[in-house]
């Protein structure tokens, strides 16, 4: 049972996307912009396309970003998931403690945690690359997945569980059955944050990265003396349309595949 | 360690080796003294927690807390009827509504505020409109203003308030509402005595997140601000970057790191209070 | 515990990727640590075939970050490039390889001004990359008085259009320039009048900016501004009614810098490169491409004519004989930062 949205509400969602999505309308238009400096707009061009293509830097920074976003996420995601369930079933001295630390990755300053998983490496002679960069992302992402998921958990109650158990479900198929299609939206979520953390991290990736590591926000932080190139406006453009199509094609197949089924599922 | 809480053993393995032994070294270096080249030297003392206490440093504090809290209340605003609207919304459109607000963060987070930049300077798009619609006759400074930075802050954590609050609003037992309303409650009365105090750990777990995501920014303030205010943080990265004084950087993490906890726990509790009776009523 | 088997195992496939994923070609590669866009693709890529190495070009945003890096042993690279006062600081935390000179022929190219810098004299661990002079950059449409003097920045008539670069020695020490002391004063006395002096500009001031100050003087947001010369060579390019001027009072000079640190892999492939970056022809196309000052006095005939004519770029005897170098202030250090900290909070 949906009950109708008051219109006022709509035009509200709709001016608050407007103000999200202007910004985004403009970083699309100045990667048609000849001006390198991004200053005044002085013709229509394709060039910051075309060079994007052939330039390596940009390249591997990408591939670096995502490999590490992809696999940050996966796994804070699991951790996670795993804490805020587990949480629940623990003493309450226990979990003011565990819950207290596991918010500390969100509080600690970036640079902070940059610069004493920075030493933390170098005391331990690990090498500093993707994987350096990948243990931190898990150490923040962590944490936003597991206050997400105690979101959705706190406000589910434990009778749905109770009565699948009296009825004769085992652990495994009461997790599998019930509780992990109630907390999905959470789980989901909490990982569309911690991807998008991990994607935008500047501060902690700089410090633990090393050679051959670069991500795109420190090649972007780096630009930035010289002016950043719109190479990169044409690379968000890029990845912009590329996640519509996706869930547009995920949902498509969705609608296909099971009908009118009600799911909340993303393509991520 | 009881075997139901054996689930809790990764992430507390993790967070002890990469979260717990780094802030232990960071704690020790904030009692720690400085030599004149920066490095850190073993001398135990409290130097560093007496400096905050200049009026300066308390000063800026005060005005990081101030802009987090209007920050927070101002995504709050923004984005519960919002997360309400996508929650009340078909499956696909809820889909569609927590992407469309996911994807733009992807794009990174200086290109966003870059794009900012071209929008509010005084030849931008907005200042030339507001002139082509003869609503004023000069440009504004609208931008390196407070207001440029309250408006970067709200803009880039909007998305940190939406989806706690999608997430709570989603799972909110409607036949709660419906039998209200079958006893006659009106719209507002059932949102403000069923829908708000259902929704409440979303609003906690979103308010928390934008809040300590705020004091932690800094670039904002350099962008938009025209660097003419400064945030905690930005002090924190200057004592270890350009002033080359770790122990004082330290110390200032910890204070922040512990009043932020406090701050959070204090907030939880006066949610917890607030709608217990509601809660109760069930 | 099913559960967590399953995270474990996912655990140590990530491990396992991450690891692999870190090994690279079997080249010897060059690992360079620099500002962004700071060389020339072609003549890197140049480099590469003529030694059949691979380069790996790293980059980082400012100095501090470098200098946090290196010292908490990060890196791994072979070649960096601080800036002047950095090149100071870490020769001093011992953080710098000695460069062999042997393997530096091309250091004779170097021109004699930028030989022996004073904060590392005999270039015993260093040598210039490229250098600017900080002067004031103003438009002349609307600044109309003629401009030589910092003094000028405080003119009433530019009320909240004047740009300061977002940095504590430069800005403190342009104050104290005007007041005709060293740009590097330890007198606590001279640096509270000439902080002193600022809080009288603060109200003047548009914004602090040291990365974006060129798009906010080409959009003519801000009329008048402390401004390194080859950032007002970029300026004036898309916006020719702004000007250059170093002040009477002088400005300070800054480089950057080719340095090797301390452990480096492959120090004498560094050195190498060093050596055939300075090579004239080498050198005259990284520059021209680059736009920034070539301290190579032999790749003078090889620049072309709109290089050579630059008078940001290169700018005359006369105007570098008023410029210092910022010298190392020790712990003043911490005195400039709580007085810039009190600047630009507007706290006390």
Same mark, same amino acid.
């Given at each position: 049972?949906?009950?109708?949205?008051?219109?006022?509400?709509?035009?509200?969602?709709?001016?608050?996307?407007?103000?999200?999505?202007?910004?985004?309308?403009?970083?699309?238009?100045?990667?048609?912009?000849?001006?390198?400096?991004?200053?005044?707009?002085?013709?229509?061009?394709?060039?910051?396309?075309?060079?994007?293509?052939?330039?390596?830097?940009?390249?591997?920074?990408?591939?670096?970003?995502?490999?590490?976003?992809?696999?940050?996420?996966?796994?804070?995601?699991?951790?996670?998931?795993?804490?805020?369930?587990?949480?629940?079933?623990?003493?309450?001295?226990?979990?003011?403690?565990?819950?207290?630390?596991?918010?500390?990755?969100?509080?600690?300053?970036?640079?902070?945690?940059?610069?004493?998983?920075?030493?933390?490496?170098?005391?331990?002679?690990?090498?500093?690359?993707?994987?350096?960069?990948?243990?931190?992302?898990?150490?923040?992402?962590?944490?936003?997945?597991?206050?997400?998921?105690?979101?959705?958990?706190?406000?589910?109650?434990?009778?749905?569980?109770?009565?699948?158990?009296?009825?004769?479900?085992?652990?495994?198929?009461?997790?599998?059955?019930?509780?992990?299609?109630?907390?999905?939206?959470?789980?989901?979520?909490?990982?569309?944050?911690?991807?998008?953390?991990?994607?935008?991290?500047?501060?902690?990736?700089?410090?633990?990265?090393?050679?051959?590591?670069?991500?795109?926000?420190?090649?972007?932080?780096?630009?930035?003396?010289?002016?950043?190139?719109?190479?990169?406006?044409?690379?968000?453009?890029?990845?912009?349309?590329?996640?519509?199509?996706?869930?547009?094609?995920?949902?498509?197949?969705?609608?296909?595949?099971?009908?009118?089924?009600?799911?909340?599922?993303?393509?991520? | 360690?009881?075997?139901?809480?054996?689930?809790?053993?990764?992430?507390?393995?993790?967070?002890?080796?990469?979260?717990?032994?780094?802030?232990?070294?960071?704690?020790?270096?904030?009692?720690?003294?400085?030599?004149?080249?920066?490095?850190?030297?073993?001398?135990?003392?409290?130097?560093?927690?007496?400096?905050?206490?200049?009026?300066?440093?308390?000063?800026?504090?005060?005005?990081?807390?101030?802009?987090?809290?209007?920050?927070?209340?101002?995504?709050?605003?923004?984005?519960?009827?919002?997360?309400?609207?996508?929650?009340?919304?078909?499956? *696909?459109?809820?889909? +569609?509504? /927590?992407? $469309?607000? !996911?994807?733009?963060?992807?794009? %990174?987070? @200086? =290109? *966003?505020?870059?794009? +900012?930049? /071209?929008? $509010?300077? !005084?030849?931008?798009?907005?200042? %030339?409109? @507001? =002139?082509?619609?003869?609503?004023?006759?000069?440009? $504004?400074?609208?931008?390196?203003?407070?207001?440029?930075? @309250?408006?970067?802050?709200?803009?880039?954590?909007?998305?940190?308030?939406?989806?706690?609050?999608?997430?709570?609003?989603?799972?909110?037992?409607?036949?709660?509402?419906?039998?209200?309303?079958?006893?006659?409650?009106?719209?507002?009365?059932?949102?403000?005595?069923?829908?708000?105090?259902?929704?409440?750990?979303?609003?906690?777990?979103?308010?928390?997140?934008?809040?300590?995501?705020?004091?932690?920014?800094?670039?904002?303030?350099?962008?938009?601000?025209?660097?003419?205010?400064?945030?905690?943080?930005?002090?924190?990265?200057?004592?270890?970057?350009?002033?080359?004084?770790?122990?004082?950087?330290?110390?200032?993490?910890?204070?922040?790191?512990?009043?932020?906890?406090?701050?959070?726990?204090?907030?939880?509790?006066?949610?917890?209070?607030?709608?217990?009776?509601?809660?109760?009523?069930? | 515990?099913?559960?967590?088997?399953?995270?474990?195992?996912?655990?140590?496939?990530?491990?396992?990727?991450?690891?692999?994923?870190?090994?690279?070609?079997?080249?010897?590669?060059?690992?360079?640590?620099?500002?962004?866009?700071?060389?020339?693709?072609?003549?890197?890529?140049?480099?590469?075939?003529?030694?059949?190495?691979?380069?790996?070009?790293?980059?980082?945003?400012?100095?501090?970050?470098?200098?946090?890096?290196?010292?908490?042993?990060?890196?791994?690279?072979?070649?960096?490039?601080?800036?002047?006062?950095?090149?100071?600081?870490?020769?001093?935390?011992?953080?710098?390889?000695?460069?062999?000179?042997?393997?530096?022929?091309?250091?004779?190219?170097?021109?004699?001004?930028?030989?022996?810098?004073?904060?590392?004299?005999?270039?015993?661990?260093?040598?210039?990359?490229?250098?600017?002079?900080?002067?004031?950059?103003?438009?002349?449409?609307?600044?109309?008085?003629?401009?030589?003097?910092?003094?000028?920045?405080?003119?009433?008539?530019?009320?909240?259009?004047?740009?300061?670069?977002?940095?504590?020695?430069?800005?403190?020490?342009?104050?104290?320039?005007?007041?005709?002391?060293?740009?590097?004063?330890?007198?606590?006395?001279?640096?509270?009048?000439?902080?002193?002096?600022?809080?009288?500009?603060?109200?003047?001031?548009?914004?602090?900016?040291?990365?974006?100050?060129?798009?906010?003087?080409?959009?003519?947001?801000?009329?008048?501004?402390?401004?390194?010369?080859?950032?007002?060579?970029?300026?004036?390019?898309?916006?020719?009614?702004?000007?250059?001027?170093?002040?009477?009072?002088?400005?300070?000079?800054?480089?950057?810098?080719?340095?090797?640190?301390?452990?480096?892999?492959?120090?004498?492939?560094?050195?190498?490169?060093?050596?055939?970056?300075?090579?004239?022809?080498?050198?005259?196309?990284?520059?021209?491409?680059?736009?920034?000052?070539?301290?190579?006095?032999?790749?003078?005939?090889?620049?072309?004519?709109?290089?050579?004519?630059?008078?940001?770029?290169?700018?005359?005897?006369?105007?570098?004989?008023?410029?210092?170098?910022?010298?190392?202030?020790?712990?003043?250090?911490?005195?400039?930062?709580?007085?810039?900290?009190?600047?630009?909070?507007?706290?006390?």
């Amino acid at each position: 049972m949906k009950r109708k949205n008051h219109p006022l509400l709509g035009i509200h969602s709709l001016l608050v996307m407007i103000f999200i999505y202007v910004p985004i309308a403009f970083i699309i238009a100045y990667s048609f912009n000849s001006s390198r400096l991004a200053a005044d707009w002085s013709g229509f061009t394709f060039e910051w396309y075309a060079s994007l293509f052939t330039n390596r830097h940009v390249m591997e920074a990408l591939g670096n970003t995502m490999t590490v976003a992809l696999v940050s996420t996966v796994v804070s995601t699991l951790l996670g998931t795993l804490a805020a369930l587990t949480i629940r079933k623990v003493g309450r001295k226990t979990k003011a403690g565990v819950g207290g630390l596991l918010y500390l990755p969100i509080i600690i300053p970036d640079i902070i945690m940059g610069l004493s998983l920075l030493v933390l490496f170098t005391q331990f002679h690990m090498p500093l690359g993707k994987m350096t960069i990948i243990i931190a992302h898990i150490t923040f992402c962590v944490s936003y997945v597991y206050v997400i998921v105690t979101t959705r958990l706190t406000g589910m109650g434990g009778q749905l569980e109770e009565a699948a158990q009296d009825l004769g479900a085992d652990a495994w198929q009461t997790f599998r059955h019930v509780t992990l299609p109630q907390i999905m939206p959470g789980i989901i979520s909490g990982a569309l944050i911690a991807f998008t953390m991990s994607l935008d991290d500047f501060m902690v990736s700089f410090f633990v990265s090393g050679p051959s590591s670069t991500t795109l926000p420190i090649y972007i932080y780096g630009q930035v003396k010289r002016g950043i190139s719109p190479e990169i406006n044409a690379l968000c453009t890029i990845l912009i349309l590329v996640s519509v199509t996706l869930i547009f094609l995920a949902q498509f197949m969705l609608n296909r595949g099971k009908g009118q089924k009600k799911q909340s599922v993303l393509p991520f | 360690m009881k075997k139901s809480s054996l689930g809790l053993l990764p992430v507390l393995l993790w967070l002890s080796l990469f979260l717990v032994v780094p802030m232990l070294i960071v704690i020790g270096i904030s009692f720690m003294g400085r030599d004149e080249l920066g490095n850190v030297v073993f001398n135990l003392n409290l130097d560093a927690y007496a400096t905050f206490f200049d009026p300066l440093y308390l000063g800026i504090y005060w005005d990081t807390i101030v802009l987090s809290v209007l920050t927070t209340v101002l995504c709050l605003l923004l984005s519960y009827p919002l997360a309400y609207y996508i929650a009340n919304a078909g499956p *696909r459109m809820q889909t +569609w509504g /927590l992407a $469309l607000i !996911t994807i733009p963060f992807w794009i %990174n987070f @200086l =290109i *966003r505020t870059y794009a +900012w930049v /071209l929008l $509010l300077r !005084t030849q931008g798009v907005v200042n %030339n409109l @507001l =002139i082509d619609f003869g609503l004023i006759q000069e440009p $504004l400074q609208m931008l390196y203003t407070k207001g440029a930075v @309250l408006l970067g802050m709200v803009y880039t954590f909007i998305p940190f308030m939406v989806l706690p609050i999608y997430v709570a609003l989603e799972q909110m037992d409607k036949k709660l509402l419906e039998a209200a309303s079958d006893l006659g409650a009106t719209g507002w009365k059932s949102f403000w005595h069923i829908t708000l105090p259902q929704t409440k750990s979303g609003i906690m777990t979103g308010s928390v997140l934008v809040y300590v995501s705020t004091t932690g920014m800094f670039v904002v303030t350099d962008i938009l601000g025209g660097a003419k205010s400064a945030m905690i943080s930005n002090i924190i990265q200057s004592q270890f970057l350009g002033a080359r004084n770790w122990p004082f950087g330290s110390a200032l993490s910890v204070i922040f790191v512990i009043t932020s906890l406090v701050l959070i726990a204090l907030f939880n509790k006066a949610m917890t209070s607030r709608h217990l009776t509601a809660k109760e009523g069930r | 515990m099913k559960k967590m088997k399953w995270a474990g195992l996912v655990l140590a496939a990530t491990m396992v990727l991450a690891v692999l994923s870190g090994c690279g070609s079997s080249k010897e590669t060059l690992n360079i640590y620099s500002w962004a866009d700071n060389f020339d693709a072609d003549v890197l890529a140049a480099f590469e075939k003529q030694n059949d190495v691979k380069i790996n070009y790293d980059v980082f945003a400012n100095n501090e970050d470098l200098l946090a890096k290196i010292k908490a042993g990060g890196g791994g690279y072979d070649l960096i490039q601080p800036s002047d006062y950095m090149v100071a600081t870490m020769i001093k935390q011992d953080l710098l390889a000695p460069l062999n000179k042997d393997n530096i022929h091309n250091f004779a190219n170097i021109s004699d001004t930028y030989k022996n810098p004073s904060f590392d004299p005999d270039n015993k661990y260093s040598i210039v990359y490229t250098s600017g002079v900080t002067g004031i950059a103003y438009n002349t449409k609307y600044v109309k008085d003629e401009i030589d003097s910092w003094d000028d920045l405080w003119n009433p008539e530019y009320k909240g259009k004047v740009i300061l670069l977002d940095d504590n020695r430069e800005v403190i020490g342009m104050a104290l320039k005007k007041a005709g002391k060293s740009n590097s004063s330890t007198d606590e006395g001279e640096i509270t009048a000439a902080v002193d002096d600022l809080k009288n500009l603060l109200p003047s001031v548009l914004a602090f900016d040291t990365d974006n100050i060129k798009q906010k003087m080409i959009q003519e947001e801000g009329w008048i501004a402390t401004v390194w010369s080859g950032d007002a060579s970029v300026i004036a390019k898309d916006n020719p009614d702004v000007a250059y001027v170093v002040p009477k009072e002088g400005g300070t000079i800054w480089s950057d810098n080719y340095a090797i640190p301390k452990g480096a892999k492959h120090q004498e492939l560094a050195e190498k490169f060093i050596d055939f970056m300075l090579d004239p022809e080498n050198s005259a196309k990284n520059y021209e491409s680059i736009g920034y000052s070539d301290p190579n006095v032999k790749a003078h005939e090889f620049h072309s004519e709109e290089y050579n004519s630059d008078k940001m770029i290169n700018l005359s005897e006369d105007e570098l004989s008023r410029t210092e170098w910022l010298g190392d202030v020790g712990d003043k250090l911490q005195v400039y930062d709580r007085f810039w900290t009190e600047l630009k909070s507007g706290r006390e």
